[in-house]
């Protein structure tokens, strides 16, 4: 059974604090892993999907890196705009082309 | 942009009560799912839906039906809403199985 733990669950950093989200996963076979972000009584709203290990990805603060087991979020010099759970989900092979399995998520916070 | 559309934001029922969530896109993607969230427990995948009148599904079935008549349009459906079904729920589309795009919410309370 495909599954993934996001770690930590929550975490606070100060304005300008750069740290990583960890996203570890078990799946039959990858086809893609997917990072989303969520802001409070909202859908998740989609960042990046990275298909193999080594892979790297960036959109402003924020570059997402995948490995044979796991995945991380770095985020650069946070701003507090960037504050929103952060939701990661595997897409494996034998489940289907169409399913994703969540991780719970990580709920950022940064303080100004 | 992709647009999912949920039909409400808000919805207050009844225990035992018919509900009907809608969910429309706007890019003719053939996949769209329904998911419901729930804290502590994530996203939940209940029914997708691969082309119309096709539905499989997910990891939550259980009091819950689909509708699929149009390729742009899934409803889902709770035929007696139960307290236990109050939740947030979330729809989403894809095209091809690839990135799915997801509507703002629907938050569910069954009283």
Redo the contacts between chains.
């Keep these: 059974e495909d599954q993934v733990t996001q770690s930590p669950e929550a975490l606070r950093l100060q304005e300008g604090e750069s740290s990583s989200l960890n996203c570890s996963y078990t799946v039959s076979g990858l086809r893609g892993l997917f990072w989303y972000r969520q802001d409070p009584g909202k859908g998740p709203e989609f960042l990046f999907t990275l298909y193999s290990a080594g892979e790297e990805k960036e959109k402003e603060r924020l570059k997402a890196t995948l490995t044979k087991k796991e995945s991380f979020l770095h985020i650069t010099a946070p701003k507090p705009e960037d504050s929103a759970t952060y939701l990661c989900a595997v897409q494996g092979i034998i489940q289907g082309a169409q399913k994703l399995v969540f991780g719970q998520g990580t709920r950022l916070t940064i303080n100004p | 942009d992709v647009k999912?559309t949920q039909s409400s934001r808000y919805l207050v029922k009844r225990t035992g009560e018919k509900v009907f969530l809608e969910c429309v896109q706007d890019m003719d993607h053939e996949?769209m799912?329904w998911y419901r969230q729930d804290p502590?427990?994530?996203?939940r995948?209940i029914y997708?839906s691969?082309d119309v009148k096709m539905k499989e599904k997910?990891d939550i079935p259980e009091g819950y039906s689909v509708s699929r008549e149009k390729k742009e349009r899934f409803s889902l459906i709770l035929e007696s809403a139960s307290t236990n079904q109050t939740s947030m729920y979330?729809c989403?589309s894809?095209f091809?199985?690839?990135?799915?795009?997801?509507?703002?919410?629907t938050?569910l309370s069954v009283l």
Aim: avoid cysteine; proline fraction near 0%; hydrophobic fraction near 45%.
């Design positions: 999912v996949n799912f502590g427990l994530g996203l995948l997708f691969y997910g979330l989403a894809s091809r199985g690839n990135i799915q795009y997801f509507g703002a919410g938050r």
